[in-house]
């Protein structure tokens, strides 16, 4: 039996020894959509272009990466490929339902689906009222993001606060890997903070990003998230998500909304959450569903452990034990 045939029927049997992993925004591509056309799952896409209002076959197959980097745009259409692949993944017995998950950012909605605390239904009119919701909060009050290489969270964290105090609003938005930190804040803010770690190793890398996300900057989008959540019903299942604002698996419906919507704030606990999948949940497979590969980089760094497999298209599923 080869390694990705085990890991198929360990998946589909419901074994304890995997969990799903989901993408989030920055790993949209111009024709991220065309390797998966001829699944049965494409058929999902006129009905997401209904749920959320936009053109998705035209997001998926035909729209420039300027278009796509459009908050709002770019949110659903990593969605979509996500969803789509996830329904491919369990077709093949890569994924079940009622799974154990994490989702980054946006991965998360995707990851909700998965553990089957969430319709794709509602998933996916959230994620459209999440994005725009964002759009219009950055439109507001401005900012970006960018990648510090080579520091530990601790120098990152007061470098942050030391530059709030000095007036450039600058926090840590992202956890994800040993060595990597996303912040979020106003420019300068960001390139005051930055100036503070200078030292040999210490890189700087922006982020194309239409806002200061996981920040306060997202107050007023968290604001129309919850008015959005409140209509929707969260489902009690077996499945589990670690959530991205405590690292800790929340099984059945927990509480959701006020987690998503403290997620839009908050740092994005990656690392830690990874380690709440392999360490307390035993989990000794992680499967990465939809586009890119990003999630699948950021585990490499943080444990040499388990089994990684990327499900990026079709056929694509590969494992690499470690």
């Known amino acids: 039996m080869t390694e990705d045939a085990t890991a198929a029927d360990d998946t589909a049997a419901g074994a304890g020894a995997t969990a799903l992993l989901f993408p989030g925004q920055g790993t949209q591509r111009q024709g991220m959509g065309e390797p998966w056309r001829d699944t049965g799952a494409w058929s999902l896409v006129s009905e997401l272009s209904e749920l959320t209002g936009a053109d998705v076959e035209e997001l998926l197959l035909k729209a420039d990466d300027e278009t796509l980097r459009r908050t709002d745009l770019a949110q659903i259409a990593v969605f979509a490929v996500s969803l789509i692949a996830y329904e491919e993944a369990v077709r093949l017995g890569l994924a079940g339902r009622n799974a154990v998950c994490a989702g980054h950012s946006l991965g998360e909605y995707t990851a909700l689906v998965a553990a089957g605390v969430l319709t794709y239904r509602d998933a996916a009119r959230l994620v459209a009222a999440r994005g725009s919701a964002m759009r219009d909060a950055a439109a507001e009050r401005g900012g970006t993001m960018a990648v510090l290489i080579g520091v530990k969270e601790e120098a990152v964290a007061q470098a942050a606060e030391e530059t709030r105090a000095a007036g450039h609003p600058v926090w840590v938005a992202n956890l994800?890997?040993?060595?990597?930190?996303?912040?979020?804040?106003?420019?300068?803010?960001?390139?005051?903070?930055a100036r503070l770690l200078q030292a040999p190793g210490v890189k700087l890398i922006s982020i194309r990003v239409g806002?200061?996300?996981?920040?306060?900057?997202?107050?007023?989008?968290?604001?129309?998230?919850?008015?959005?959540?409140?209509?929707?019903?969260?489902?009690?299942?077996?499945?589990?998500?670690?959530?991205?604002?405590?690292?800790?698996?929340?099984?059945?419906?927990a509480d959701w909304p006020g987690l998503l919507v403290r997620q839009l704030v908050s740092p994005v606990q990656w690392e830690r959450g990874v380690g709440t999948l392999l360490g307390p949940l035993g989990r000794r497979r992680l499967v990465e569903i939809g586009p890119g590969k990003t999630l699948t980089g950021m585990v490499r760094r943080i444990s040499k452990d388990p089994e990684v497999i990327t499900f990026n298209a079709p056929d694509a599923a590969r494992g690499r034990r470690r």
């Open 211 to 253: 806002g200061a996300f996981h920040s306060p900057l997202m107050a007023p989008a968290a604001e129309w998230l919850e008015q959005a959540l409140s209509s929707v019903e969260f489902a009690t299942t077996p499945g589990r998500v670690v959530a991205n604002v405590d690292a800790a698996a929340h099984s059945g419906a």
């Open 176 to 193: 994800n890997c040993p060595g990597q930190v996303v912040v979020a804040g106003a420019e300068a803010g960001i390139e005051h903070a």
